[in-house]
């Protein structure tokens, strides 16, 4: 049977997939475009979508950690921290998600796949293996804190050199998050006794 082909703007249309296709990358990493009218001038567009990479290649670590630790957390808290690392874990694939459309809409690239993110994320990589609750829940708040201590520079610059919406995003939609997330972490390494006061 013949192939039915339609031609038009000296294109042809055929209804068969087309596999194995390569081209040239529409946009190379670290530059931004001049589609949006956003009033920013690019310098200002080029360093906050360097500096939101690295929030994002942060925040992707730190999703993960918590995955990591919902499947691999155990001991008599088990159910407990498995619901909690996996809400953190829901709450984090959010904020990855908004800072990346933030990239995006300054008209940068953001990063998106694992090995980019593992050469430019500065948490700590932490061993296949499974780790002791303390040890799970102490990663967490050191991977937070990195973000937390970005999260506040990165505002004040933002707001310094002009990009309010970098630093609305970066304050209310990820400083504040990871805040919270910290607080519920910290109450779990509190001493406190479970059945007999002192």
Not at 10 to 28: G, Y
Not at 97 to 115: C, F, K, N, P, W
Not at 123 to 139: H, L, N
Not at 143 to 153: E, G, L, M, Y
Request: hydrophobic share 40%; aromatic share 6%; proline share 4%.
């Amino acid at each position: 049977m013949a192939k039915k082909t339609i031609s038009g703007n000296n294109h042809k249309i055929n209804s068969q997939p087309r596999f194995h296709q390569s081209a040239r990358e529409i946009q190379e990493y670290g530059t931004v475009n001049h589609a949006l009218p956003l009033d920013l001038e690019e310098p200002v567009r080029l360093e906050m979508t360097e500096q939101l990479n690295q929030m994002l290649a942060d925040s992707m670590t730190l999703r993960d950690l918590y995955k990591k630790s919902h499947w691999q957390t155990a001991g008599p808290t088990f159910y407990q921290l498995h619901l909690l690392f996996d809400k953190h874990y829901d709450e984090q694939v959010e904020i990855v998600d908004t800072i990346a459309e933030r990239i995006q809409l300054l008209g940068g690239v953001s990063l998106a796949m694992a090995h980019d993110v593992a050469e430019t994320t500065r948490i700590q990589r932490p061993p296949k293996g499974r780790e002791e609750v303390p040890v799970q829940i102490s990663r967490l708040l050191d991977a937070h804190q990195v973000i937390i201590s970005h999260c506040r520079t990165l505002a004040e610059r933002a707001s310094r050199i002009g990009d309010q919406g970098t630093n609305d995003m970066v304050v209310s939609d990820v400083l504040r998050a990871n805040e919270l997330q910290v607080w519920f972490l910290s109450e779990h390494l509190v001493n406190m006794p479970l059945v007999e006061a002192e």
